[in-house]
């Protein structure tokens, strides 16, 4: 069993950035890949980005460079670093967790966090 903890979500101007944080705990994979997915209002669950075991990432079209994922293997932690952010990018966003390599997709993935609300206004 894997426990997936986001942090970090909260109220932002459009520009700002934030930075959301995964932590892991409990039966962690030692070959892993993370996810980040979103979820906006009334729309479905999408693929953010992700970093696997080897550190190699991978992103939406929709945040690439603005968006950064980056890991803490002493911490088990996953950090997600979102700047210049839009209004469109508020969402609930969650990390979620599987072995081996990265996937897009929400069912590939084992373990879920519980969220972390994420608002930008305009």
């Known amino acids: 069993q894997v426990q997936l903890v986001e942090s970090g979500g909260g109220l932002v101007q459009a520009g700002d950035s934030l930075r959301l944080s995964c932590a892991a705990s409990?039966?962690?994979?030692?070959?892993?890949?993370l996810g980040w997915f979103r979820q906006a209002p009334g729309k479905e669950r999408e693929f953010v980005g992700g970093?696997?075991?080897?550190?190699?990432?991978a992103y939406a079209d929709s945040v690439k460079g603005r968006f950064t994922i980056s890991r803490d293997n002493a911490k088990n932690t996953v950090y997600l670093q979102m700047n210049s952010l839009k209004p469109e990018d508020t969402a609930v966003y969650y990390c979620?967790?599987?072995?081996?390599?990265?996937?897009?997709?929400?069912?590939?993935?084992?373990?879920w966090g519980q969220g972390t609300q994420v608002t930008v206004s305009s």
């Open positions: 970093i696997n075991w080897s550190g190699s990432t």
């Open positions: 979620a967790v599987r072995r081996y390599g990265l996937r897009d997709r929400l069912n590939e993935y084992d373990y």
């Open positions: 409990g039966r962690t994979y030692s070959n892993y890949a």
